[in-house]
């Protein structure tokens, strides 16, 4: 069973109504107000999930002109009355906030992740854009960052980093995690953040293991951004991960390490361009050279270990497939077969 998603948008209501149907929404947590004249060009979505005790929102700007400001308050009347006692974590993707939180200027833009105490007071302009925010409990933290104050702190540093990568995918898996993945998701969620705000030896020993397969889709995309690169090393690698190199190669010690893993990722990319219609009119050397191959033999060798059969054998596989698929039909050769003769299977 998936995950459900609570959903709001202000796109059904006239002009004139969707900041104050959207302002209905989200009183709960904020006292708001905002000019007339930006009013008229407010226009936003909301996702919302929980996470066990967590709850993640998603919010996304669907104005037709650049997003407007707003300013939102927590004064201590709405904090007695309501008796929140949560951390509140936003990622601004294309939002900025500016103001004060209790004693602390806050100034954060897109890409930081800023946190507020919803039981201190607050004063901020925000211009509204997309947005991830989890909202957790307070004592789910408390054993791993005391009492010090976080109300208003804007993280820095690559593990600021690390915890943005992982709401991104947070917010792209919730809806498909099922009962049994989610007390899982959360203690992962938590530690994470913790070691964030609160790098202790404990804190980053409970959240090694999300850190590392975090790190590892980071350096996978890097990868796949730069296969074409001849800058394409483990020393760029760790450059741009920040990381040392034993812990690059500790991260693809699966993969029969990274120089194993980038020259299978540009094999696999080759065999794609060869195959494909615009392929067919590259030569196999030129592909070899743009991938970082030492020479076309290189190239040949390394494919056909890898694949069973060489670059040419893979295009004329292509070309058989294409004209045996014309016209929408389908003769009862598939690519499995004609690779299965071509190996002797």
């Given at each position: 069973m998936e995950n459900p998603l609570f959903t709001f948008t202000t796109q059904p209501y006239p002009p004139r109504q969707r900041f104050e149907v959207w302002r209905e929404e989200v009183?709960?947590?904020?006292?708001?107000?905002?000019?007339?004249?930006?009013?008229?060009?407010?226009?936003?979505?909301?996702?919302?999930?929980?996470?066990?005790?967590?709850?993640?929102?998603?919010?996304?700007?669907?104005?037709a002109g650049d997003p407007v400001a707003y300013r939102v308050k927590r004064g201590a009347p709405m904090i007695r009355r309501d008796g929140l006692d949560h951390y509140y974590l936003c990622l601004g993707l294309s939002h900025s906030i500016d103001g004060s939180a209790g004693r602390r200027s806050l100034?954060?833009?897109?890409?930081?992740i800023y946190i507020l105490d919803l039981a201190r007071e607050l004063?901020?302009?925000?211009?509204?854009?997309?947005?991830i925010i989890l909202t957790i409990p307070r004592d789910l933290l408390a054993a791993s960052l005391g009492h010090q104050d976080w109300h208003g702190h804007v993280l820095q540093g690559g593990l600021s980093e690390l915890?943005?990568?992982?709401m991104r995918a947070?917010?792209?898996r919730l809806p498909r995690l099922t009962p049994e993945e989610i007390p899982h998701g959360q203690q992962a969620t938590l530690a994470l953040v913790a070691a964030a705000l609160a790098p202790s030896v404990a804190n980053?020993?409970?959240?090694?293991?999300?850190?590392?397969?975090?790190?590892?889709?980071?350096a996978r995309r890097l990868i796949e951004r730069h296969l074409h690169s001849a800058e394409l090393t483990p020393g760029f690698l760790c450059k741009h991960l920040g990381i040392s190199r034993a812990q690059l190669y500790r991260l693809f010690s699966q993969e029969s390490g990274v120089a194993t893993y980038i020259q299978q990722r540009r094999l696999n990319r080759a065999r794609v361009i060869i195959q494909s219609d615009t392929g067919a009119r590259q030569r196999v050397s030129a592909l070899a050279f743009q991938l970082g191959f030492k020479s076309d033999a290189h190239f040949s060798r390394s494919f056909k270990q890898a694949f069973g059969y060489s670059p040419k054998e893979a295009r004329e596989v292509a070309n058989i497939a294409q004209v045996n698929t014309q016209g929408g039909r389908h003769t009862g050769f598939s690519l499995r077969t004609i690779l299965g003769r071509m190996n002797g299977v």
């Open positions: 009183n709960a947590i904020f006292d708001i107000t905002i000019r007339e004249p930006e009013s008229q060009a407010f226009n936003y979505r909301l996702a919302t999930g929980y996470l066990g005790a967590l709850l993640m929102g998603c919010g996304v700007w669907d104005g100034a954060a833009g897109k890409a930081q004063d901020c302009v925000i211009t509204a854009g997309d947005t915890l943005a990568d992982h947070l917010q792209y980053l020993q409970n959240a090694a293991v999300e850190i590392d397969h975090t790190l590892f889709n980071r």
